[in-house]
Each structure stands twice: as structure tokens, then as C-alpha cells.
């Protein structure tokens, strides 16, 4: 069997680990004489120690919840944290998750959770900092961060996906490039280029380069079906009309500014009214969180 089969093979088994399917990339890597794929493929196995570098898709927004103790013994244990009593210049790195670690890492989180979110706590210093300006009468003990372990589901898919496009790409640029020699570039360096900034780093390329004066509003058919499936989802939720209406209202909102600056100010907004819903909402939003993330 070929490489590029092997891996095709790798991507769509859900059996393979992650890791495995990764290091058969690594050997394409260095047959394709790609240092952007090879580099990518590092730091997935390794971890991103660079949080610049760090893929969109790795970056996701989150709730947060906390206990709390009051007077007389009275308790608030599992309680949720409305993003509106943080200060402002803090509520982006609270209420973001940035998923720096190997992905095998993010396989053990997957296979060693409980429930339906792992934790990654606050600092215990911030945490006494704003704790008695939570919740009235309240001081919060402890605080984290709630990231959905089917999110964790949908990264690691998501770069299943982007190796399986990429892969099925060379393959039909050149069927036996997955066996050349080493270094042997049996596709030209451009092409690899092009493949790479189109199914690994991101869906759509800058088809205006060297242009200072064009701006491009890009809009791809597979996010206008995320937004689609999310919307639907929403309508078939049990909730409030007016809760219903505002948190499907902030996604159209988000749909229509794609591509523009207008869009992660819809999705902030879209995060917010989450946020104040987060019990009825929260579980059917969470799936979708990867991919709203990568669209930013």
C-alpha cells in the first residue's frame, strides 16, 4: 500500500490515534520537501510553544463556572460566572481557551473525563481578587474554566479533515509522491504551498497578494452550512422565545459579516448572550464552537 493511501486509510479509521496518523504525515513531510507541512506536524505532536502561532482552531471560547460560600453556611457549588462580572480587561483570557499541547494530550483528556468538560482552573490569586464581586454576599472559592470535551472531539477531527483534503490533494497532483525519495519534490514547492494554505492552514487563501488596496470578502459554502446546522439546532431547543430569538438573531448577525472586521464583534456579542443562557443553550452550542473559532 502507498503513503498516501496508508494515510487516507489512517484519517478515516476514528480507531487511529491522532499521533500515529500524524507521524506517517511527518514521513510525507520530508519525501514532499515541505518545512510548513513538516513544521505544522511538529508542533501538533509536540505541542505549539509559541501561543502566536497557535492554530485558530486550537483556540476556543468557553464558560466558566465556580463554587461559592456565603454567610450562615450557605453554598453555590457548580455555579456559573457571567462573563459581565469579570472586568473587561481580563474576560477574553477567562473566558478563552488556548489548547497549546500535543494532541495526544488532548487524547488522554478525551479518554480520562468523567463527564461532558474537563477543567483548566483559574489562577487562585485572580480567583481571590474578583471572588466577592461575583455573586452578592458570595465569595468564590474556586473558579474554572468548562471545555467541553466533544469540542476536544471536534479539534481532533478537524485536523483528521485537514489532513485527509490535503493528502487526497497531492495525491492528485502526483499518485506516487507519498514513495518518492526524500527531498525529491515530486510536487513543486508552490504547489505544496498552495495545498498546505488551503487544507491545513486555512480555508481560504489571500488570492490578492502584493494588493495593499484589495480587500477580499470571502465567504465559503462550509461555513454558511455550519451557521445553517447551528441555527437549526437552536429552533429545535427547548427555550424562552426571547432568549431564542436574541441568541438566533446575534448568529444570523455572524453569518452575514463573514470576512469582515464586523464579524468578531458579532461573535463576541453572539458569546455574550451565550453566556446568560449558557444552561439551556451551552450543550447544543458547544459542537459548533471549533469551527466559529476558526472562521475569526
Given amino acids: 500500500m502507498s503513503l498516501l493511501r496508508d494515510?487516507?486509510?489512517?484519517a478515516v479509521d476514528a480507531n487511529e490515534p491522532i499521533s500515529t496518523l500524524l507521524r506517517k504525515c511527518k514521513i510525507l513531510a520530508a519525501r514532499l520537501?515541505?518545512?510548513e507541512f513538516s513544521a505544522w506536524i511538529e508542533s501538533e505532536l509536540n505541542g505549539f510553544t509559541d501561543r502566536g502561532l497557535l492554530p485558530e482552531y486550537r483556540i476556543m471560547a468557553v464558560a466558566c463556572r465556580g463554587h461559592f460560600s456565603g454567610g450562615f453556611g450557605s453554598a453555590m457549588n457548580n455555579a456559573e460566572i457571567p462573563?459581565?462580572?469579570i472586568p473587561k480587561d481580563f474576560r477574553e483570557g477567562l473566558y478563552t481557551v488556548y489548547l497549546a499541547q500535543p494532541v495526544s494530550s488532548l487524547e488522554s483528556l478525551i479518554q480520562s473525563s468523567d463527564g461532558g468538560s474537563v477543567q483548566e482552573f483559574w489562577p487562585a490569586d485572580f480567583t481571590a481578587h474578583v471572588g466577592q464581586n461575583i455573586y452578592q454576599a458570595m465569595?468564590?472559592?474556586q473558579a474554572w474554566k468548562v471545555i467541553p470535551v466533544n469540542a476536544l472531539v471536534g479539534i481532533l477531527d478537524m485536523i483528521r479533515n485537514r489532513v485527509l483534503n490535503f493528502v487526497l490533494e497531492i495525491e492528485s497532483e502526483a499518485p506516487e509522491a507519498g514513495d518518492a525519495p526524500l527531498n525529491s519534490q515530486p510536487v513543486a514547492e508552490e504547489?505544496?504551498?498552495q495545498i498546505f494554505h488551503t487544507h491545513i492552514a486555512g480555508n481560504v487563501q489571500n488570492l490578492a497578494t502584493g494588493s495593499?488596496?484589495?480587500r477580499q470578502h470571502a465567504i465559503n459554502n462550509e461555513q454558511n452550512e455550519i451557521f445553517n446546522k447551528l441555527l437549526q439546532t437552536l429552533l429545535e431547543t427547548n427555550g424562552?422565545?426571547?432568549?431564542?430569538?436574541q441568541i438566533i438573531g446575534t448568529v444570523e448577525e455572524m453569518r452575514d459579516s463573514q470576512g469582515t472586521d464586523a464579524f468578531k464583534v458579532n461573535y463576541n456579542k453572539f458569546m455574550s448572550v451565550l453566556s446568560d443562557h449558557m444552561q439551556v443553550y451551552g450543550p447544543v452550542v458547544a459542537p459548533f464552537l471549533p469551527a466559529l473559532t476558526a472562521i475569526i
Avoid: D, M, P
Fill in 7 to 10: 494515510i487516507q486509510n489512517s
Fill in 33 to 35: 520537501g515541505s518545512s
Fill in 139 to 141: 465569595n468564590c472559592l
Fill in 83 to 85: 462573563s459581565r462580572c
Fill in 240 to 245: 424562552t422565545e426571547k432568549s431564542k430569538e
Fill in 191 to 193: 504547489k505544496v504551498q
Fill in 212 to 214: 495593499n488596496h484589495v
